[in-house]
């Protein structure tokens, strides 16, 4: 799987290029509240998506979320590891902050936004993706043919998975969910120069009453709905 994804990264930008232009999709991206599985759904949505029988086009789904990072990587010349710090900061200042500590070219925020917003624009011009993540919602909004997904869960319910995925205690695990959620709404403000929306969406799942195999059916039914399966 992952030297398929990585031939058709290298498709998307060696014969492409970064492409500002909307393509046809389709497209889903995922968004979540800090503590929401995203990758889980994300992987499940593109399996049941690769079963779907559709004899007009057998072509196949495919799950991005790293593969923004390393392409990001390669064209601010930093590590993935740098790109991902500062992408779970957010903000203005601090991103310009961590950059300039980490590489001996200052990058300024307007780069990051151009090259986070060209990357995924490529991508999604492809069709046939999930997105995790990522300021997808927001970056996509003018795309045809897609659809912009919300995972949400309670505090309570959020602050118990981040104490079992992470051995934390209760108070530190209930701090972590707030301070990711602000430093990601902050990531996307960057991204879209405005406040962070929930119209970016066009719906919201509620993790804590619905199981991932639901919130998966309820995005499949969407998607036949608005016809991209």
């Not at 992470?166 to 403000?189: G, P, T, Y």
Request: with cysteine; hydrophobic share 40%; aromatic share 8%.
């Amino acid at each position: 799987m992952e030297n398929l994804l990585r031939e058709y990264m290298d498709r998307v930008f060696s014969d492409r290029g970064y492409d500002s232009q909307p393509g046809q999709g389709p497209v889903v991206t995922i968004s979540r509240e800090f503590g929401c599985p995203s990758k889980l759904i994300a992987q499940l949505l593109t399996k049941e998506l690769n079963q779907y029988h559709n004899p007009a086009n057998p072509q196949q789904w495919k799950f991005i979320n790293k593969e923004i990072v390393e392409a990001m990587a390669r064209q601010l010349d930093l590590n993935p590891t740098e790109v991902n710090y500062m992408m779970s900061l957010g903000g203005y200042g601090l991103v310009e902050d961590v950059l300039a500590s980490f590489s001996q070219s200052y990058v300024s925020n307007h780069r990051i936004r151009k090259t986070i917003t060209s990357v995924v624009r490529s991508i999604a011009g492809q069709g046939y993706v999930v997105i995790v993540g990522r300021g997808g919602s927001g970056i996509l909004q003018d795309f045809p043919n897609t659809i912009h997904i919300r995972l949400q869960a309670t505090l309570e319910w959020r602050t118990k998975a981040i104490c079992k995925s992470r051995n934390l205690s209760k108070a530190e695990s209930s701090k972590l969910v707030v301070e990711m959620d602000n430093k990601r709404d902050a990531f996307v403000e960057m991204l879209t120069v405005g406040s962070f929306q929930p119209y970016f969406f066009n719906i919201a799942l509620n993790c804590s009453s619905l199981s991932n195999e639901e919130i998966v059916g309820t995005i499949l039914g969407l998607m036949k709905i608005k016809k991209l399966i």
